[in-house]
């Protein structure tokens, strides 16, 4: 998985920290976290093509979320910046050479794949079970300070 | 995932469809599914470290089972391929930059590294209830002549 994911969750608890009234460039979001702006404006605007956030131009421009952190799940945000392709894609290899069998053996799915995907679809219902609202909560019990902390920053920078 | 757990899943597989007496050679094991014999061959050699195959050297060596496949789960195979590494990997970036706070506020897991890694523990948990000779066992249902097939082109290939 891709470092994108980790700056992609932490960014949208940013934004909602920041308030709802304010876009955020992404040049801002990512000094808040020393991380490299290019990158990181990949992944907010790939959020903002799965309609996690909006993204205004101009020099009071930025990012936004588009709704309450209460309905954006995580898998929501790795799908976002991931795609949505399953990790283990079967390229039906048991078809393949002098070990492919009749073509009608083949009607039914792989055991492999099936199992392969069974996993995969446990590991989505997780994500999916857990709303970006509860990781901000459990942050500020960690750092009760972060959200003004953030605030402050941001007026300071303009 | 690298296309290399498919093929190791399958090989193994074919390991126990050629029978615990014969040793196969990865030409002979990637010729059955047209694979690439190279890299075929390195995922075995991934299987064989991991303790899954033995690999015997010389014109009749090649690789085979340590174990039967009621002891031998989609994630032992999944691991030795593709390493023991969680997806989700936390940089911790947090503690970075100005949005940095106070070395105590970071005493506990970072609440997004700990959902992230919940969701693996569900697909690594599936992975490990599934064996691969329940795979066998729907492969061969699929495909009753396969192990038959394979064992006899074995032998014609001497």
């Known amino acids: 998985m891709s470092e994108g994911v980790e700056w992609a969750l932490h960014s949208c ?4 920290w920041s308030g709802p009234d304010r876009a955020v460039p992404a040049a801002r979001l990512a000094a808040w976290h020393d991380l490299p702006p290019a990158y990181l404006n ?9 309609g996690i956030l909006t993204s205004t131009p101009g020099p009071r421009g930025g990012f ?29 290899i048991r078809q393949q050479g002098p070990g492919g069998g009749p073509a009608a053996s083949y009607a ?10 069974r996993a995969e679809l446990a590991w989505r219902r997780e994500l999916a079970a857990r709303t970006l609202d509860e990781i901000r909560q459990q942050a500020e019990q ?3 300070g972060a959200p003004e902390r953030l605030r402050a920053w941001l007026e300071e920078a303009g």
């Open 13 to 16: 608890v940013n934004l909602a």
């Open 42 to 50: 990949k992944q907010l605007q790939a959020l903002a093509r799965a």
């Open 64 to 92: 936004r979320l588009t709704r309450p952190l209460d309905r954006i799940t995580l898998m929501d945000v790795v799908a976002a910046v991931e795609g949505p392709e399953e990790a283990f894609r079967c390229a039906e």
């Open 108 to 117: 039914a799915e792989c055991a492999i794949a099936h199992a392969m995907g």
């Open 142 to 144: 960690q750092a009760p």
